[in-house]
């Protein structure tokens, strides 16, 4: 029970803020203390997912610094990477963000993005997008935002395979993590100025994919229950494999931590110290490695938050049937490619494509995807830069491949089933083409949404049209003083009366234009048929 006079303050104010003071919000379990930052009301770091109902805190807390990240494992590569693992970790770090304008009272009942950070499940952290500068221009236009960042588990914290792992119901805690965040906005965001019946939910590359997932019919929650719309960039639903495929990498972080002899392995694991187990991840493959894209931790298939592959789901129809904003960067598979320059020959790259993308696939299979995807640099990612990017004989191949594979394959696949039942817009970006070796890569176009400012140099036009969505569940529809657009969004549609959906285009300099989405559509079928097929033979067999 709160006491008496704190909850008297909630009941008449919930969140007040004075002229040139912090902002301060009573949510059912303490009051807390934020920052005021211009026009901005920012509150960090509240507990989302306890083992019980947190307990009532006396006194103001304070809410002014972001949480150490969670643990996940360093990433190494055959070539030079920044640092870019989270400085501080913890493992209490199931903690969220609030950017609200500071006008916001719990009358305004403002629509509200939820942002899950990418990293290829492996590394994140809430902060890793700067969000503040499009609430601010939200507010800018009349179209104001609040917009949450959520941390969830990554790497084996999170994403942990293995029969003991399923059988113990601990699956894809990661995914539940951000479940347990979203119920949180139900809960407390009309406390900060929020309408939790008008909540978006979005991210980039894992958050994208995040996104897209929990857009899937499951047996934890109802999707519409918790959001309305999608926004995801660079991620759509992807094959995932089942939890009984982790196996082999459950078995191997029990022996590396001396657990092999143990009655309950997991049990085992969970006693082993931080340091100890994270120094035994970081001994797996990463998103570097030579495997690339195919994960050793990520989402998979257990029955509950996943009930069966994401392709068979979109394929049968088993999703919220929302409005959804989806894109991809051009050139998304160079980066992950420059781990396989080894792999210099064709016979090289059939062989890499059987034994780490078609294990089951039969040889004339693999033949096709070749031809497919030629041994032609003029054909390969960077697209649309001929001969040059040759980082190796087969470099520029494996990227068109590994591109189409995760991010632009699975966007079109999943377009094409989603645009016959709701509404679908979607994006390419060219911008950054010209950087050697990568063109316009995975992540280049984070900060085309998402600026770390509002300069006059800054193309205002696609943080509009994320703010409309936001807003009214159309890039196009605006409902502020002005929308920098020019360029009206078509919507994406397999039944388009040409034969090929239109999209828009994002192009150096700051241009946009509408074009068909006419590209690679061979390859990209053929590819996707394949991959659609193992999946409804592999859930035959269980």
Known sequence: MLPPLLTLFAALTRLSVVSGAAPVVTLKYGVF????????STFL????????????????????????????????????????VAPEMSEDCLKLNVFAPSSATPRSKLPVLVWIYGGGFEIGNSPDTEVRPVVEQSIAIGEPVIIVTPNYRVSAWGFLGGKEVGDAGISNLGLRDQIFALEWVQENIAAFGGDPA???????????????????????????????????????PITTGSIEDGQSHYDELVAANNCTGSQDTLECLRRVPLDAFKAAVDETPNIFSFSSVQNVWRPRV????????????????LYAKIPIMTGDADDEGTLFSLSSTNITTNDEFLGYLHSNFFPKSTPAQIAELAVLYPDDPTQGSPFD???ANQFTPQFKRIAAFQGDFLFTGARRFFLEH??????????????????????????????IWFPPTISNSTDLGPIDSLVNFINTLDPNLSTGARNTSAVFWPKWSA???????????????????VDPENFRVNAIRFLYDLLLKEAEEKAAQH
């Open 33 to 40: 203390q934020g920052t005021l930052d211009g026009n901005l």
């Open 45 to 84: 770091v509240y507990g989302f997912s306890l083992p019980k109902a947190p307990e009532v805190l006396y006194g103001v807390q304070n809410a002014t610094a972001f949480s150490p990240a969670c643990p996940q494992q360093a990433l190494s590569a055959p070539f030079p990477i920044p640092p870019i």
């Open 198 to 236: 008008r909540v978006v939910i979005g991210g980039p590359s894992a958050g994208a994919i995040s996104a897209a997932i929990l857009l899937l019919s499951n047996k934890r929650f109802e999707p519409t229950s918790l959001f309305r719309g999608a926004f995801m960039l660079s991620g759509s």
């Open 302 to 317: 257990d029955g509950d938050i996943i009930v069966q592959d994401p392709l068979i789901s979109v394929s049968t129809g």
């Open 385 to 387: 830069t001929g001969l």
């Open 418 to 447: 989603t645009s016959k039942t709701q509404n679908a817009w979607s994006w390419v970006n060219k911008r950054g083409k010209s950087t050697p070796i990568v063109g316009a890569a995975h992540g280049s176009d984070v900060t």
């Open 495 to 513: 039944l388009s009366s040409d034969g090929s959906p239109s999209l828009l285009t994002l192009s150096d300099p700051g241009a946009i234009s």
